[in-house]
């Protein structure tokens, strides 16, 4: 077995002030469940870990599917529902007093609300919010620090997945556009950094950078985690073999796609679908 140590460089951002953890809750088996419009004092996140449903966010409304993240800052308008064939499955939460450097204070984003998918983030994501609902829920000695420290880690992820998904995307170079509209529309199909590079006529080496600084992540690890989020979805939502999930998804060796899923999610796609049976 390998012996290796990863030190840690200390931090250059601004440090996050720690919010304050108001509640967390738990959506499920509700398939008429609907909420009026309304508003909060705080910042609210909704987690869609299973079903289906429609969130109305200042009037403009959102198709809810596993894996998708909302965040609504506070003032913000809001009102969900539940699909009633395929009730949602919502882990929520609320915080408040928290500041992150260059953003209003207690908002995630400059925007009222953000709806992201969690693409490759989506079993981290899962992990952390079951364990805090666990934690808040049991009041075991000592769940309040155990619950900081997991609302801490959620914020800086949610941090993360709003950098790799920006808003506008007219805010991208039309190349940049480009590149990732072509990832989008054919992320099952057999990809390369020299196959897009032709497809796009870009020189991979400027567009692995130009891709890079517009997103945050490379065009390939941008294709990986497009491919995860749908495996993730086909493993969660049919019964597909691996087999087929993996020619799915443009992975015509599933040993490689189990490969990199477990790299990804820590977990095999088989022990993924069984924990989300």
């Not at 250059?12 to 309304?38: C, K």
């Not at 909060?40 to 870990?49: G, K, P």
């Not at 939460?93 to 500041?99: E, G, N, S, W």
């Amino acid at each position: 077995m390998a012996h290796e140590h990863f030190y840690v460089k200390r931090s250059e951002r601004e440090s996050l002030v720690q919010p304050e953890l108001i509640y967390t809750g738990l959506l499920e088996d509700a398939p008429n469940w609907f909420n009026i419009q309304h508003s909060h004092d705080f910042c609210e996140i909704l987690y869609v870990a299973g079903g289906a449903g429609e969130a109305i966010l200042e009037g403009k409304k959102f198709r809810l599917a596993p894996g998708d993240l909302v965040v609504v800052n506070p003032g913000t308008l809001h009102e969900e529902r539940s699909d009633a064939k395929a009730p949602l499955r919502l882990i929520f939460l609320a915080i408040r007093d928290f500041a992150v450097p260059g953003l209003p204070a207690g908002c995630l984003s400059q925007e009222k609300y953000r709806v992201l998918s969690c693409g490759e983030y989506r079993y981290k994501m899962d992990i952390y919010l079951r364990e805090l609902l666990q934690e808040t829920s049991s009041q075991i000695e000592f769940y309040q620090e155990i619950s900081q420290g997991l609302v801490s880690a959620l914020l800086v992820l949610v941090m993360r997945l709003i950098r790799i998904n920006p808003e506008d995307e007219a805010a991208l170079s039309q190349e940049c556009q480009k590149i990732k509209e072509y990832l989008d529309q054919n992320f099952t199909s057999p990809i390369t950094l020299d196959s897009l590079s032709e497809t796009v006529y870009i020189s991979k080496h400027y567009l692995s950078h130009l891709f890079k600084e517009q997103t945050g992540v490379s065009p390939i690890k941008y294709l990986t985690s497009k491919r995860m989020e749908k495996a993730c979805e086909l493993l969660s939502e049919t019964e597909l073999p691996v087999s087929e999930v993996s020619k799915a998804v443009g992975y015509e060796n599933p040993l490689y796609f189990s490969q990199v899923f477990k790299r990804i999610y820590g977990i095999s796609p088989v022990k993924y679908r069984m924990g989300r049976a």
